[in-house]
């Protein structure tokens, strides 16, 4: 079975810049999140999608922050413009049903530095 | 508030001897808990659950982690450590509202 495939990798960007990136899910899993892990510590949620519609997005900087799950598959999380300490992992995460005792299945991250 | 403590920062431990990563917990009705680890420069690696019944839970790589209620500590162990599992290890418990919630990480250390 495949995992949660994430891309790009790796971006090193400028502030003030723009960066997309985008996750896919494990096949059948209803819920996506993204999750940023700034350096040292645990991750922190940011947004939560059941199929499409958000489940969860009060811990997500909307001035600058902003992810879709059109079609409740593939998902993409924007930073504009990018600040310093948007420097993190961007972890994407997927489930099948979001309920309460589910495995949450990570990818690889995305590891973001803003210079 | 519900939370998850992992007490230690670091944990140290020689190839070959036991370990133990400690972790408890504080949440509202009956606790669904995880141990992920996380390799460098790697995204978070599911180990084991516990949501009900056997108190000993076992896991990838030869983990296992034993649930104690009345303790409300749910420890992740192995019996006899490699220099392969040095990494960060996350305590994780889903909380009522249907959130996870993360302890703060211990880095293991195994030394040859």
């Known amino acids: 079975e495949a995992g949660v495939a994430q891309s790009p990798r790796y971006k090193i960007i400028e502030k003030r810049q723009s960066v997309a990136f985008w996750c896919n899910p494990i096949s059948g899993h209803a819920t996506l999140y993204w999750y940023q892990q700034i350096l040292g510590q645990g991750p922190k949620l940011l947004i939560q999608?059941?199929?499409?519609?958000?489940?969860?997005d009060s811990q997500l900087p909307k001035d600058r922050f902003s992810a879709e799950r059109l079609k409740g598959v593939d998902s993409t999380l924007k930073i504009q413009p990018a600040k310093l300490e948007d420097s993190a992992v961007y972890l994407c995460?997927?489930?099948?049903?979001?309920?309460?005792?589910?495995?949450?299945?990570f990818g690889e991250g995305s590891w973001l530095t803003v210079v | 508030a519900q939370s998850v403590a992992q007490p230690e920062d670091q944990v140290n431990v020689a190839e070959g001897n036991p370990l133990t990563v400690k972790c408890t917990y504080s949440?509202?009705?009956?606790?669904?808990l995880f141990w992920y680890v996380q390799y460098p420069n790697r995204g978070l690696q599911f180990l084991l659950k516990?949501?009900?019944?056997?108190?000993l839970v076992k896991g990838s790589y030869g983990f296992e982690a034993e649930f104690n209620k009345s303790q409300t500590s749910f420890h992740l162990k192995k019996p006899s450590a490699l220099v392969s599992d040095s990494a960060l290890y996350f305590c994780?418990?889903?909380?009522?509202?249907?959130?996870?919630?993360f302890g703060q990480g211990t880095e293991l250390s195994v030394k040859p």
């Open positions: 516990y949501i009900t019944g056997d108190n």
């Open positions: 999608f059941q199929n499409n519609g958000v489940v969860d």
């Open positions: 949440v509202s009705g009956n606790p669904y």
């Open positions: 994780v418990a889903w909380n009522q509202g249907g959130k996870l919630i």
């Open positions: 995460a997927s489930s099948q049903t979001g309920r309460s005792g589910n495995t949450i299945y």
